[in-house]
Each structure stands twice: as structure tokens, then as C-alpha cells.
């Protein structure tokens, strides 16, 4: 199972909007609504910011937002702010009963 | 509150055996499916293993299938992760999770270092 397809960085300025995208197969990320998006902070574990493509749990703040179009799903942060800084990973079930996760994304605020 | 802490980290060296160990409270263990998800120094993400509520299902990533063993004791309520023939590869920071999107939580990792 080879990992989902995402951008090594996506910068931004504050306030600006960005949007990381992940790419997988109609095996995983096309087959279920099942994704799911991460934030790493260096040394911590991963929060889970948005799960089966575009629900927010809660206490996370509404300027992350998720979609899916075919096998591409989509993490857009709004208002950008420095402590959005941070790796982010997207997570997708897949056919074979596992699951498999982006290479991730490192978001720079500039 | 809800609390994962694994253990039984270390270093160790290439084909030895290593069990890893998650202690859970603060909800009902028995009622949901666990995961194990690693992380390289410095790389990214990747899920190993998952195991049902009742033990009775396991699945296992492609890439550590044979070699990695993931099972719990719902009454202790731990979670575990065997690794046979340890590689380099391996070496990685192993989390235990709920991994669920309405009740997801993780440990702070436990790290296995693989080395001769």
C-alpha cells in the first residue's frame, strides 16, 4: 500500500488561506468517505483535526475544512495564524481493511 | 480522563524480538477497536496494525504483515505490539490510539531504536 500523495510544504502568510491536497487511489481515498487530516507539533502526538472528509471535532477551530473530489481529498485552513505552523498528515480507510497515511505536508507561516 | 501510555521501548539490536505495551483508562476498553501507528525520526506517519474490541480481528500493514503481532487483554486493559526480527527499519516511535474520528486519542510514544 503505498502512501497518499500530498505536498512536502505549503507556506502562507497570516490571514492568508491555504489548501493542502492528498492523492490516493480509488482503493483508499476514492472508496470510502473515510479520510481523515492530522496536525503534528515537533515532539507531540497528532491531533486529529477533521475525520471522514469534512467533520470538525470538537474544539477544533472552524477556519480548518475538509472536501474530497474523486480520489483527491482537500485540508483548507482560513485565516492563517503561527500556530497553524506545524506537519500535517491525511489518513484514508482503504479496501483491505487498513488504513494508510500522506507523506505529509509542512505548513510554514511566513 | 482518557489516558494511553505506552512502554517497553528501547534499543535493540537487528533480529531480536521486542514487545511493546499500552496501558488505557478513562473509557470502556473493551467496547473499541485499537490501533498502532509508527513514526521514523524526522519522517512521517505510518499505521501498522489495528485489532477489534473482541481480539478476534487483526490487520496489518502490507509492509510489517509476519513480522508484527498486535494484541490486548481486555481485561487488564492493555494493548500490546510483538515485533519479531527486528530491522533498522523499524526504528521508529511507536504510538497506541483509538484512531477513531469521535474518540480519537493517543499516547506520547514509545521509541524503538533498532542497531548493531
Known amino acids: 500500500q503505498s502512501a497518499l500523495t500530498q505536498p512536502a510544504s505549503v507556506s502562507g502568510s497570516p490571514g492568508q488561506s491555504i489548501t493542502i491536497s492528498c492523492t490516493g487511489t480509488g482503493s483508499d481515498v476514492g472508496a470510502y468517505d473515510y479520510v481523515s487530516w492530522y496536525q503534528q507539533h515537533p515532539g507531540k502526538a497528532p491531533k486529529l483535526m477533521i475525520s471522514d472528509v469534512s467533520k470538525r471535532p470538537s474544539g477544533v477551530s472552524n477556519r480548518f475544512s475538509g472536501s474530497k473530489s474523486g480520489n483527491t481529498a482537500s485540508l483548507t485552513i482560513s485565516g492563517l495564524q503561527a500556530e497553524d505552523e506545524a506537519d500535517y498528515y491525511c489518513?484514508?480507510?482503504?479496501?483491505?481493511?487498513?488504513?494508510?497515511f500522506g507523506i505529509g505536508t509542512k505548513v510554514t507561516v511566513l | 480522563q482518557v489516558q494511553l501510555v505506552e512502554s517497553g521501548g528501547g534499543a535493540v539490536q537487528p533480529g531480536r524480538s521486542l514487545r511493546l505495551s499500552c496501558a488505557a483508562s478513562?473509557?470502556?476498553?473493551?467496547?473499541?477497536?485499537l490501533h498502532w501507528v509508527r513514526q521514523t525520526p524526522g519522517a512521517g506517519l505510518e499505521w501498522v496494525a489495528r485489532?477489534?474490541?473482541?481480539?478476534?480481528?487483526?490487520y496489518y500493514a502490507e509492509s510489517v504483515k509476519g513480522r508484527l503481532t498486535i494484541s490486548r487483554d481486555n481485561s487488564k486493559k492493555m494493548l500490546y505490539l510483538q515485533i519479531d526480527d527486528l530491522r533498522v527499519e523499524d526504528t521508529a516511535v511507536y504510538y497506541c490510539s483509538t484512531f477513531r474520528g469521535d474518540f480519537d486519542h493517543w499516547g506520547q510514544g514509545t521509541l524503538v531504536t533498532v542497531s548493531s
Open positions: 485489532i477489534s474490541n473482541d481480539g478476534f480481528n487483526k
Open positions: 478513562g473509557f470502556t476498553f473493551s467496547s473499541l477497536a
Open positions: 489518513t484514508s480507510y482503504t479496501r483491505r481493511s487498513t488504513y494508510v
